[in-house]
């Protein structure tokens, strides 16, 4: 790398793309991370304590993505709608929980399909905390995965905790939740009201759950911000980007090197292969296929490490499609198909935010358009692809026909290359369906690829 880069840079960018797998505005994590560490710095806490609860902050929601296609399934309504609405319901209300549960199941459907899903969330209590418990542990796996200390996992798994006992997974109360959990769950809610209701409003809730879901010695501290009109208004109008980065304790500041980045973006990789059953491993994959028509092609070693990590995050934007178009079995409507072609927008947005990913964000996001211009969503054609964006054309499509979708069954290699065949000249780079089959020729058993990136 030509420039030291701090992973505080790469984490924050990349919690943009959690915002959308919650339903949440971008921007949603890395203000909640602002509000945490102010706490932390009212509570005096230590440097290291500090560094973890930021990273914690900024990773809270990395086992969202696990829950989409169940969440979707469970209540029959797009996940994105569904997550945010209960998340800012009092669960603990068994009347309110109730009223809003009937207004959100089967949001498309007729009454009878929401009567079916009602009941069936009523009788779905043990799921929903299995489903509840799974976040948590996949997100607390992926801090430790990353190489942050225990406590920055602690502080992910229980952050669903309620003071009273009452949350999840493991219905702790009181100061037997972690610290950081107890001041994580706190700034998520203050800034999902505060979007909604201003600082009054977010004082409001905070005040309600007092002693039920949040620690009242932390929700007297928030309280006291009360006046502070000049902090709600900076929180609410600015880019947060560089205030997050300048709020990781100075002395603890984390480098990183290239392995370390290729580890984030596996991890992140395989958050957004989570959202769906159908795409299972499948960015790991596209990924590995890349890096082997890459070297097929003899390209140099920093190409093939661009395209590497080019193919793990190609998808990042299909955090912001639901699970009912992603897991659809029939054919999808208009309206669906839009959804979907607006995913590599997302993919742009994000990985560009990205410093140490801006050399590859434009080339993953072009993954499907076609040498033709018959692609989408900007319809480029021609030399408007560079090659690492034809690698990932032809490596996306084959992954695709290779692997079982809601639709059809895996095909296998000789039905695969010949549709990709049909393409040649027109959608995609005949050198690099050459390179795919000698690849695929080379490689005995696809399934266990281990890509190791040329140093």
């Known amino acids: 790398m030509s420039a030291r880069i701090n992973l505080s840079e790469v984490i ?24 945490g560490m102010r706490l932390s710095r009212e509570l005096d806490m230590n440097p290291s304590d500090s560094a973890a609860l930021y990273y914690a902050l900024l ?39 109730a009223v809003e549960t009937a207004r959100t199941v089967a949001m498309e459907g007729g009454l009878s399909d929401k ?21 948590c542990e996949r997100g607390a796996d992926i801090a430790i995965r990353l190489g942050f200390p225990q406590a920055t996992a602690d502080a992910v798994r229980h952050l669903d905790e309620h003071w009273n006992g009452k949350g999840h997974p493991d219905g702790l109360a009181g100061p037997a ?15 999902v009201f505060h979007q909604h209701d201003g600082s009054r409003g977010a004082i409001g809730i905070a ?37 997050v980065i300048g709020a990781e304790p100075a002395s603890q500041l984390r480098w990183v090197s290239e392995e370390d980045l290729d580890v984030v973006a596996r991890a992140f990789a395989d958050i957004i292969d989570a959202k769906s059953p159908y795409t299972y491993s499948h960015s790991r994959n596209v990924a590995s296929y890349a ?19 080019a193919g793990l995050l190609h998808d990042i934007g299909k955090l912001g499609v639901s699970n009912s178009i992603l897991d659809k079995a029939g054919p ?60 990932l054309c032809v490596a996306d499509v084959y992954e695709a026909l290779t692997a079982d979708r809601p639709y059809r069954a895996s095909l296998p290699w000789i039905e695969s290359s010949r549709i990709l065949n049909e393409g040649r000249g027109t959608a995609f780079d005949p050198t690099v369906l050459d390179a795919l089959a000698a690849f695929r020729s080379a490689v005995a058993d696809m399934t266990e690829l281990v890509p190791l990136v040329a140093a």
């Open 12 to 35: 924050s960018a990349l919690s943009c793309a959690l915002d959308l797998t919650e339903g949440q505005p971008i921007g949603h994590t890395m203000r909640t991370c602002l509000i």
């Open 59 to 97: 990773l809270k929601d990395a086992g969202c993505s696990n829950n989409a296609a169940r969440l979707c399934q469970l209540f029959g309504t797009d996940d994105l709608e569904l997550k945010p609405r209960m998340r800012n319901v009092d669960r603990q209300n068994r009347v309110a929980l």
């Open 115 to 135: 009567l079916r899903h009602f009941v069936g969330v009523a009788r779905a209590e043990d799921v929903m905390k299995e489903i509840m418990g799974l976040r």
């Open 177 to 191: 939740i972690p610290l950081m959990s107890r001041i994580a769950n706190l700034a998520q809610v203050i800034d």
């Open 207 to 243: 005040r309600r759950r007092s002693g039920t879901w949040f620690d009242p010695a932390l929700v007297d501290r928030v309280v006291g911000w009360r006046h502070e009109s000049s902090w709600w208004e900076r929180l609410d109008s600015t880019d947060p980007t560089d205030e």
């Open 291 to 309: 890096l082997g028509i890459a070297r097929e092609m003899k390209l140099d070693s920093g190409t093939q490490r661009r395209v590497y990590r």
């Open 332 to 391: 999808l409507t208009d309206s669906e198909r839009k959804s979907v072609e607006r995913h590599p927008f997302f993919t742009w947005e994000i990985l560009s935010r990205v410093p140490a990913f801006r050399d590859f964000a434009w080339s993953a996001a072009l993954h499907h358009e076609r040498l033709d211009g018959s692609g989408y969503p900007w319809h480029l054609s021609g030399n408007r692809l560079d090659m690492t964006a034809r690698i």
